[in-house]
Nanobody
Framework: QVQLMESGGGLVQSGESLRLSCTTSRNTFDQYSVSWFRQVGTQEREFVAGVSGGGATHYADAVKGRFTLSRNSAKRTVFLQMDSLTPEDTAVYYC????????????????WGQGTQVTVSS
């Protein structure tokens, strides 16, 4: 089973930045799309951003212009750089992976990390 491990969450003030990392055990990394979702309490887990194996990126409207995805194939890691954070970005962030193109639907993903908490204070 493919494993995903997130890191980089924490507590920051509004306007500050964080970088999340998602490392996968998936060997065929270049055929693997990785996306980030976030969840507040028991609310629906929502799509944040995704990157396909070929490098194409997709962002939710709420984070466009503030969040940036990148991939490091040698480390089998995807990074989510989050700038200009606001309290509305507070959530547990999960990375998810699937073979094929990135998707914005949670059910499209087979593999999930354990989540990392991001808290932005005002």
């Amino acid at each position: 089973q493919v494993q995903l491990m997130e890191s980089g969450g924490g507590l920051v003030q509004s306007g500050e930045s964080l970088r999340l990392s998602c490392t996968t055990s998936r060997n065929t990394f270049d055929q693997y799309s990785v996306s980030w979702f976030r969840q507040v309490g028991t609310q629906e887990r929502e799509f944040v951003a995704g990157v396909s194996g070929g490098g194409a990126t997709h962002y939710a409207d709420a984070v466009k212009g503030r969040f940036t995805l990148s991939r490091n194939s040698a480390k089998r890691t995807v990074f989510l750089q989050m700038d200009s954070l606001t309290p509305e970005d507070t959530a547990v962030y999960y990375c998810a992976g699937r073979v094929g193109s990135a998707a914005i639907i949670r059910s499209a993903y087979d593999d999930w990390g354990q989540g990392t908490q991001v808290t932005v204070s005002s």
